[in-house]
């Protein structure tokens, strides 16, 4: 079980930007997939950015170019930068992590994460 602690949410107006953090405690695996999703009222759950335990991370093609994923090199906590943020960006992000088992992209399911944090509210106002 790992415990994930988001932080960083907040208020901007459209074209600011946005730092979030996720710090990772308990079991860490030796072959990981860190993520970002997000949920907008209404919609579906829907990844962000992923990150794998060899750096390698993927994007939506709504966030290319704009947000940026990375990892702090005890592997432990877990940011994802948010540039040019737009009205659309609004909603909850969360942090999930687990192991080999995850295809880790963006197109990976909720159900292959077993470990959430609670998430961390953007709001983006045109």
């Known amino acids: 079980q790992v415990d994930l602690v988001e932080s960083g949410g907040g208020s901007v107006q459209a074209g600011g930007s946005l730092r979030l953090s996720c710090g990772a405690n308990?079991?860490?695996?030796?072959?990981?997939?860190m993520a970002w999703y997000r949920q907008a009222p209404g919609k579906d759950r829907e990844g962000v950015a992923t990150i794998d335990s060899e750096g390698v991370v993927t994007y939506a093609d709504s966030v290319k170019g704009r947000f940026f994923i990375s990892q702090d090199i005890t592997q432990t906590t877990v940011d994802l930068q948010m540039n040019n943020l737009k009205p659309e960006d609004t909603a909850m992000y969360y942090c999930?992590?687990?192991?080999?088992?995850?295809?880790?992209?963006?197109?990976?399911?909720?159900?292959?994460?077993?470990?959430w944090g609670q998430g961390t509210q953007v709001t983006v106002s045109s």
């Open positions: 308990g079991v860490i695996y030796s072959s990981y997939c």
């Open positions: 999930a992590t687990d192991g080999p088992r995850v295809d880790c992209t963006v197109k990976a399911t909720v159900d292959e994460f077993n470990n």
